[in-house]
């Protein structure tokens, strides 16, 4: 059984990562939190650290807009290498270099507000649940009226996760 390794207020969870997802950097709490070295986790993909109770959806929605040049807000789920999990409110962004060219993805994630998990928490298994028996348009779907609940579509995510947040 996996235990839930806490996320202080004051930790503040940085990692950087290629255009493909591979970790370039990660900040001390970062390597503490996952579990690897560092040298473990550098040029590995951030999938590494995916939990089995992420739905895809999320991962899906998140890479399509970063993709695009948009800053994404999300509760994450990570999984660390012990089987452990740790929970946070991520914001990833991606930077320029000043020509304009891609830099990096930068992810900073904080502790997240334990309010919002009990209404993800049955949300997220309800996703995964769907991805599983009926797809991901079936996730897609159920995701988009879960959001449709808060005032919001796809491009009001963050803003609907940034609420939950402050609950």
Not at 126 to 148: I, P, T
């Amino acid at each position: 059984m996996s235990t839930e390794i806490p996320v202080r207020d004051i930790d503040i969870v940085v990692s950087k990562s290629d255009e493909e997802g591979n970790i370039t950097y990660g900040n001390p709490i970062f390597v503490k939190l996952s579990g690897y070295d560092q040298g473990e986790l550098l040029g590995k993909p951030h999938s590494i650290l995916r939990h089995p109770d992420m739905p895809k959806v999320i991962f899906e929605y998140l890479w399509d807009r970063i993709k695009k040049g948009e800053t994404v807000k999300a509760f994450v789920i990570n999984k660390s290498k012990s089987g452990d999990f740790y929970r946070v409110f991520a914001v990833v962004k991606p930077a320029k270099n000043p020509d304009g060219s891609f830099r990096n993805y930068t992810s900073t994630r904080r502790t997240s507000n334990p309010k919002a998990w009990e209404i993800l928490d049955p949300l997220y298994k309800e996703l995964r649940e769907l991805e599983e028996s009926e797809g991901m348009e079936a996730s897609r779907k159920r995701l988009a009226e879960f959001l449709s609940g808060y005032g919001a579509d796809l491009n009001g995510f963050s803003d609907v996760m940034e609420k939950l947040q402050k609950l």
